[in-house]
């Protein structure tokens, strides 16, 4: 049972009125109306029914001169963190909903509502009561591109039962569960760990994709529950075009599966005689990881599902597309196990970057991850349009120091970050670190005339600086010392780890792995190993980075020993962190206590 509640109502309105109007709408309910002053109420057999009424009554039906107001009847108890957002436009990308919507706290679920109504519906659900509260006051009517938004509470059943009646409507009885199927935008468990899939087709397929007048492109989506973003208008004359799909992992795997289908067919009917693998574009940040040490997952991917994989070079990246093209050859059913297998790792290097990028932004108090320019807004190997790419010598988030680690689409990303920053309080301390290079990519990192080396530097805030090649002798790394505060820490070394694998100093099968060093003073050496070594392996098992403190250390002039640091770079950030919270434990642990009762000396009367 669904029920509804009817605003606006005249005073003339009667039960026989709502009668005819759903009559005529053809809208089913499942009980009488009650009509009270100003207001109304009917329950719908299904969500279904419930979801036409909104859609077709409110806001666009006249009863006795009033606009009829129709939402879902929701009592005070369950006004908790669920929300229905109605009139979005139907073009509307999934990144700029996420970007809106965690303007105002952390989205635990976004669902897309199946409707008849050519924009979309979702259901949103909100970590917090006050972050609900405070979406449903700033986005109810608000504009968005010409389309006024609806806002409106919907049952939150746990709400429900966590205590007795706060008030509310009487009469109310629960809706059913949430729809997980969507005919465009498709379901979003978590908008966190969604990732779309992106495939390259031949131009010529483009037009028996979509069909005549649209309708097959909306057959497979309606079909496959997914939204299906067709860029036309890209690469100009281009023989390929990109397809970006949003929807489950089953969901992209069914609508990949019927675009290759229909590409089959395309291709017999006009005779075209060559080969048409699948291509699927992925964030060079995935790649490594999807191949594996000496290319054992792709190798394995290839023998469980008979299929011949080939991934594009690394010098066909650009600053401004930093996608690579995995081509997988092979029958239809084959190129689709081997489909479902590639983009399950590279959604778990996206599920491991997340959790490591919220960590991130948990050690480092004040973090404004938005402020630093590492997320280009609109990043074209994620999001679903390359139109937003900045323009060539725009300061944008490459610049030329590479793209950013995440493979993350700008807005939401930053947006999520930094609203679980606390603003700093007072200084950070300056840190220190030790980054250590290949030396032949020192060049690389100067620049020209030392241009890089003086816009990262001045980018990050921090003192940047390469150690002379006599200081190292023969050995085939350099020493880069990073001198500043944790947040300049951040950016220095990120941009020093994507210019190195930017300019191609590690392998396309090789992460980007470089050993830092931290002094600490040796009195605090031992609470970084812990007892019996458990806090330096527990550092490791939590960071993934390779943490040791050498053995036999002397300490220098300072009383100050080294511990190395390796790894990617997030697992050297969060080692870095850590390490650096143990030392701050140790400070303050050592600070003199004020003794107990201690008071303040009185000025002396004369």
């Not at 259901?123 to 608000?142: I, P, T």
């Not at 059943?157 to 935008?185: D, H």
């Not at 990028?357 to 994620?382: K, T, V």
Request: proline fraction near 7%; hydrophobic fraction near 35%; aromatic fraction near 6%.
């Amino acid at each position: 049972m669904n029920k509804l509640y009817i605003g606006n109502v005249s005073a003339e309105a009667s039960e026989e009125d709502f009668e005819t109007i759903f009559e005529q709408w053809k809208i089913p309910h499942s009980g009488p109306f009650l009509v009270k002053t100003g207001y109304a109420f009917v329950d719908c057999p299904d969500e279904k029914a419930a979801m036409k009424a909104i859609d077709v009554l409110s806001g666009k039906v006249e009863l006795h001169g009033k606009l009829l107001e129709v939402e879902h009847s929701v009592p005070k108890r369950q006004r908790s963190c669920k929300l229905q957002i109605r009139n979005i436009p139907p073009h509307m990308q999934w990144e700029v909903l996420d970007g809106m919507l965690a303007q105002y706290g952390g989205v635990e679920s976004c669902e897309q509502v199946n409707t008849d109504t050519e924009t979309a519906v979702v259901n949103v659900r909100y970590a917090a009561k006050d972050q609900a509260r405070l979406a449903m006051e700033k986005l109810n009517g608000s504009m968005m591109e010409n389309y006024a938004l609806k806002v409106s509470y919907i049952p939150d059943e746990t709400a429900a039962a966590e205590g007795p009646s706060a008030g509310g409507r009487r009469g109310y009885v629960a809706r059913g569960s949430s729809r997980s199927g969507s005919p465009s935008l498709g379901t979003r468990p978590k908008m966190q760990s969604d990732i779309p899939l992106r495939i390259l087709v031949p131009t010529q397929f483009v037009g028996a994709i979509i069909g005549k007048e649209g309708a097959t492109i909306r057959n497979i989506t309606k079909q496959t529950h997914s939204k299906i973003d067709i860029h036309r208008k890209e690469n100009a004359g281009a023989a390929e075009k990109p397809i970006t799909i949003h929807s489950t992992p089953e969901g992209c795997s069914n609508a990949c599966t019927t675009i290759m289908e229909i590409m089959q067919k395309e291709a017999l009917d006009t005779k075209f005689t060559e080969e048409i693998p699948l291509k699927i574009l992925a964030h060079n940040n995935f790649v490594g990881r999807l191949i594996g040490k000496e290319g054992r997952n792709l190798k394995k991917i290839e023998q469980d599902t008979e299929t011949k994989i080939t991934i594009s070079a690394l010098q066909d990246l650009t600053v401004y597309n930093p996608e690579r093209t995995i081509t997988v050859k092979g029958t239809i059913e084959a190129c689709a196990r081997a489909e479902e297998e590639l983009m399950k790792k590279i959604r778990e290097s996206y599920e491991s970057d997340m959790a490591a990028m919220n960590l991130q932004s948990n050690l480092i108090p004040g973090l404004n991850l938005n402020a630093l320019g590492l997320f280009p807004s609109g990043a074209p190997g994620m999001g679903p349009s390359m139109s937003s790419i900045p323009p060539p010598g725009a300061h944008g988030g490459c610049s030329s120091f590479g793209c950013s680690p995440y493979g993350g689409e700008g807005p939401f990303w930053a947006t999520t970050l930094s609203a679980s920053s606390q603003p700093l309080s007072g200084h950070p301390e300056s840190e220190t670190v030790h980054l250590f290079i290949p030396a032949l990519a020192v060049g690389a990192i100067i620049g020209k005339q030392g241009q890089h080396i003086k816009q990262l530097s001045h980018f990050a805030g921090a003192s940047i600086k390469i150690a002379p090649a006599e200081e190292v002798g023969a050995t085939p790394q350099r020493r880069v010392t990073i001198a500043g505060p944790p947040e300049a820490q951040f950016k220095a070394q990120c941009r020093i780890f994507g210019k190195l694998k930017e300019e191609n100093f590690f392998g396309p099968k090789e992460e980007v792995k470089l050993e830092a060093h931290i002094k600490v003073p040796s009195f605090a050496a031992g609470r970084v190993i812990g007892k019996g070594g458990k806090t330096v392996n527990e550092l490791q098992n939590l960071t993934c980075a390779e943490v040791v403190v050498p053995r036999d250390q002397t300490p220098d002039e300072n009383d100050q020993v080294i511990v190395k640091i390796s790894g990617h770079f997030f697992a050297c950030q969060l080692a870095q962190r850590k390490i650096q919270e143990i030392l701050a434990q140790v400070k303050r642990q050592q600070q003199p206590k004020p003794t107990s009762g201690a008071q303040p000396p009185q000025p002396r009367r004369k």
